[in-house]
């Protein structure tokens, strides 16, 4: 059973406009989440993250909104930039030293000019 | 900034081979986790280390093992090689501060088992 969704596979946007990525997760015990850019044939890159006693956390135009409640959070680009096109992976855990990451299966974010 | 280092970046072996994939984590990071990522997949979490001791444990096969040394590099070995092997695997590393603990990935070993 996948612990973390991302149900949106991928997600066209224009230049300058604003990317929402969603991500929805079943396992309450989850209290620190992420997201990552990825390419292909290389590693993840970390753009930000969250801590569940924040709702909000903001980095340049990356912006994560955690509802806890609803066990979703997105991520926000604004503006969006043609150099964001990438698979974006939500990621969750239970944050003790060295717990694993709980990644979805990733959404395709593609930005046009 | 120093990044992840793994290597090798490319490996082909053969079935029933052994493979030994080698990360050196970002300096003064203490935990390396290990991620294995099929075509078309998203990561899936294989085994953790904090201070050099096993900290969790994903869907590893028994084939494989792992180990942390004393300079804080990590070691996956992969015994009796299977076509099913073949994937991307990524290293990370992390810092664990309370409550922050971001994990930075490697660029990844391709394993192509034929």
């Known amino acids: 059973d996948q612990q973390v969704k991302q149900n949106s596979p991928s997600l066209s946007v224009q230049e300058g406009r604003i990317s929402i990525l969603n991500c929805d997760y079943t396992n309450s015990m989850f209290d620190y989440f992420l997201w990552y850019k990825k390419y292909p044939a290389e590693g993840p890159t970390f753009l930000i993250s969250?801590?569940?006693?924040?709702d909000k956390n903001e980095d340049g135009r990356f912006t994560v909104f955690l509802n806890k409640s609803a066990k979703h959070l997105s991520l926000h680009i604004v503006p969006s930039q043609p150099g964001d096109s990438a698979v974006y992976f939500c990621a969750a855990s239970q944050n003790q030293a060295g717990t694993a990451l709980i990644f979805g299966k990733g959404t395709t974010l593609s930005v046009s000019s | 900034a120093a990044g992840v280092i793994q290597s090798p970046r490319h490996l082909i072996k053969e079935k029933r081979e052994t493979a030994t994939l080698k990360c050196y984590p970002i300096?003064?990071?203490?935990?390396v986790y290990w991620y294995q990522q099929g075509p078309g997949q998203d990561p899936q979490f294989l085994i953790s280390f904090y201070e050099k001791m096993q900290s969790d444990k994903g869907s590893i096969p028994d084939r494989f093992s792992a180990q942390q040394f004393s300079d804080y590099h990590s070691e996956l070995n992969m015994s009796s090689l299977e076509l099913g092997d073949s994937a991307l695997y990524f290293c990370?590393?992390?810092?664990?501060?309370?409550?922050?603990?971001?994990?930075?990935f490697g660029p990844g070993t391709r394993l192509t088992v034929t």
């Open positions: 300096p003064r990071h203490d935990t």
């Open positions: 990370a590393s992390s810092l664990v501060r309370g409550l922050v603990d971001e994990q930075y």
């Open positions: 969250i801590s569940s006693i924040k």
